[in-house]
């Protein structure tokens, strides 16, 4: 069952309204830059939009065609649980777009997302399908992309496009980086809220991200967050300013403090244990 708009918007990282409203400041004076265009040139920059949407599907299709007969697409019968896992996050944050997922082997544990105008494909590693990895594990990593898509989605609707065509100039990008990255984070949180607030499996999903799952569990949760003051600075600013990601000592940070609000009970078990995370540790459900 669906959740409703509340709730979702419960989810969703404290900045990304603020960085939401930047995201407007910005587009607004290029949607009226555009249509100045437009009324000055008689039309004919409206020539470029059919063109920049061939590209975009065309590319698509190259994209969709190469997997299609080069690695093996998520159905009922192959890889159900990665198929149950997407019809689940869909259902659960109302969004409705289609999403074709594949499975490839490139020897990490991590997921992808290409998303063209309404069309989005998921890649997912073969490595998440290893048995020593959870259920939980995977399914909130499809929880992350597809609650973020779910948080784009109701935000801006036929306007997203608009903002995708926007951040292929590149030139403004420093200002609507800062919601794709709280965008993100919205998805971590929402990942979560998929595995009932189970922040084991989900910080052991991140750092698996983060290293694999051969060494995962010689790492130390606390001293790698530690890493983030030590990688701050202006350089550290740079490196995030310039990125839709934000850095990963971040997004495990976030994922904490939300479990915390949201889940006590969970961020004390996790506590507990005194987590470095280990692989297959929560493979029997």
Known sequence: MPISKADLKA??????????LLTLFVLIPVAVLTAALVIGTMGVVLLIVPVTLFFLWFSLRLYTAWHINNSVQVTERAFPEAHAAIREAQELFGYHGRVEAFVIQEG???????????H???????????????????RFIVG??????????????????FLN?????????????????????SGDQMGL?????????????????????????????GSFLAQEAKGGGFFGWLVRAMSDF?????????????AEARYPQEAERFRAAAPAPRAGAMAAE
């Open 193 to 221: 809220y998929m595995i009932d607030g189970d922040l084991r499996s989900g910080v052991t999903a991140m750092m698996k991200m983060i290293l694999g799952s051969d060494v995962v569990d010689r790492a130390d949760v």
């Open 11 to 20: 989810l969703r990282h404290p900045s990304e309204n603020g960085r939401f």
């Open 108 to 118: 990490s544990y991590n997921a992808s997302l290409l998303p063209l105008l309404s």
């Open 120 to 138: 989005k494909v998921l890649i997912l590693n073969a490595e998440l399908m290893k048995p020593g990895n959870s259920d939980r594990e995977l």
């Open 246 to 258: 934000p850095h990963h000592t971040t997004r495990v940070a976030n994922l904490i403090r939300f």
């Open 165 to 185: 065509g926007v951040e292929k100039l590149v030139v403004l990008n420093l200002l609507l980086t800062p919601y794709e990255r709280a965008v993100k984070l």
């Open 144 to 161: 992350r992309f597809v609650g973020s898509l779910a948080s784009r989605h109701y935000r801006f609707a036929w306007f997203e496009a």
